[in-house]
Structure formats: structure tokens, C-alpha cells
């Protein structure tokens, strides 16, 4: 049973550029949080999704962020037109039910943007 | 005030010592959750809690409830200990993560 997995692991966009961020959680889980760490930084949650369903993006940014996890397929975090300042490591995470459980972080995909 | 505070935020320690990182947390919770994450940054899940107390191996976290306030301890610490360790609690369905504790054990 493979861990949560993410990819790319390191991505380097210039600036105005799109990045895509993939996440593929543990099988058999269907929540799927995305955080991000800014350097220096701690962990921010951004936004938390089901299957074919966003629950909660209050922590994502307005406008050029982007997320979804469609029915099949990896949960992706696209962010368009890319700045310095979206330069960070972005971590997935994954749970098998709503509270209360365990969860499991993928080894994270570091943006960088030059 | 962060929702979420963790002490100290650097703590450097020799090989053997016991060591305490605190977690004290202002909002109602569902679960609260003890994680690693070692340079290069790969985060691990130590602990997850909702009440009591659990060990594993060298690691004991403790939670108290009504006093809003968890501990991690670490017995018999070791150079591979040195991580940032990070208190996160749960509820409305979100994480929220405490700075880190960013712990150096010197050989």
C-alpha cells in the first residue's frame, strides 16, 4: 500500500508560468488536504477535498490558485501565472474518514519560481 | 495569539537527555496531532490524540483536555531525533499547525 504520493517533487516555473501540483492519496482514503510551507515558515492548510468535491478552500488564495480531485485521477493544486512569492513546498495530505484519524503527508513538491 | 502555540521554538539538547515540547491550543477540538518533519522536509505522523496519553518506542505524547495542552517526550534522545517537531489540531475539518519546535541533538 503505497504512501501518499506526490509529484513533481521539485518544479521550477518562471514567473507568469503555471505550475501543477499532483497528489495521489493512500488507497482507500478520500480526503485530501493540501498545506503549504513558506520558507521559514510553518504549515498553512489551504484547502481540503473529496472525491469530485471541494469542502473547504478558505485557505487558498482568490484568485490564480486552483484545486481539484476529480473521480478518477490525482488530486491537482494548479496555480497560474506564478510569482516569486508562490515559492514554497507544498504538501499533500490524506485520510481515510472525516475526524479523528491519522494522516498521511506525501514527501511534499517544492515550487520554486524564478 | 496563534491558535496553536508551541514551546520552546529551538531547543538543543546532548545526546540522552529527556525532552519535552509543549502544545497549547485555544479552539475546541476533535483530535490533535504530534508530526516530524526532518530536513529535506518529509512530514511523518508521530501521534494522533484525543485523549490520554500513547507511546511509541522512545516517544510518549500526553493530552489534557480541560487544560488545552499536549506534550511530546522524547526519552533517551539521539542525534536522528534533531527534526522540527509540529503540534497540529483538528477540527472544522482542517488542520492547524503550531510554528514547530526545531530540536538539535549534539552527540
Known amino acids: 500500500n503505497a504512501g501518499v504520493m506526490q509529484n513533481p517533487r521539485h518544479l521550477v516555473r518562471r514567473r507568469g508560468q503555471e505550475a501543477r501540483l499532483r497528489c495521489s492519496p493512500m488507497k482507500g482514503h478520500s480526503h485530501v488536504y493540501w498545506y503549504r510551507q513558506l520558507p521559514e515558515e510553518g504549515l498553512k492548510f489551504m484547502v481540503y477535498?473529496?472525491?469530485?468535491?471541494?469542502?473547504?478552500e478558505s485557505g487558498m488564495p482568490k484568485e490564480r490558485f486552483s484545486a481539484e480531485f476529480p473521480k478518477e485521477g490525482p488530486s491537482i493544486l494548479r496555480i497560474q501565472q506564478v510569482v516569486r512569492g508562490d515559492s514554497a513546498a507544498y504538501f499533500c495530505?490524506?485520510?481515510?474518514?472525516?475526524?479523528?484519524?491519522?494522516?498521511?503527508f506525501g514527501e511534499g513538491s517544492w515550487l520554486t519560481v524564478v | 495569539k496563534n491558535e496553536v502555540e508551541q514551546s520552546p521554538q529551538n531547543l538543543t539538547a546532548q545526546e540522552g537527555e529527556f525532552i519535552t515540547i509543549n502544545c497549547s491550543y485555544s479552539v475546541g477540538i476533535s483530535a490533535l496531532h504530534w508530526l516530524q518533519q526532518h530536513p529535506g522536509g518529509g512530514i511523518v505522523s508521530l501521534f494522533m490524540l484525543s485523549s490520554g496519553k500513547k507511546k511509541h518506542g522512545r516517544l510518549i505524547a500526553t493530552i489534557n483536555i480541560q487544560e488545552k495542552h499536549s506534550s511530546l517526550h522524547i526519552t533517551a534522545s539521539h542525534p536522528r531525533d534533531s527534526a522540527v517537531y509540529i503540534c497540529?489540531?483538528?477540527?472544522?475539518?482542517?488542520?492547524?499547525f503550531g510554528q514547530g519546535t526545531r530540536l538539535t541533538i549534539n552527540p
Open positions: 497540529a489540531v483538528e477540527g472544522a475539518q482542517k488542520l492547524v
Open positions: 495530505a490524506s485520510s481515510a474518514e472525516l475526524t479523528g484519524n491519522t494522516i498521511y
Open positions: 477535498l473529496q472525491k469530485e468535491n471541494i469542502i473547504d
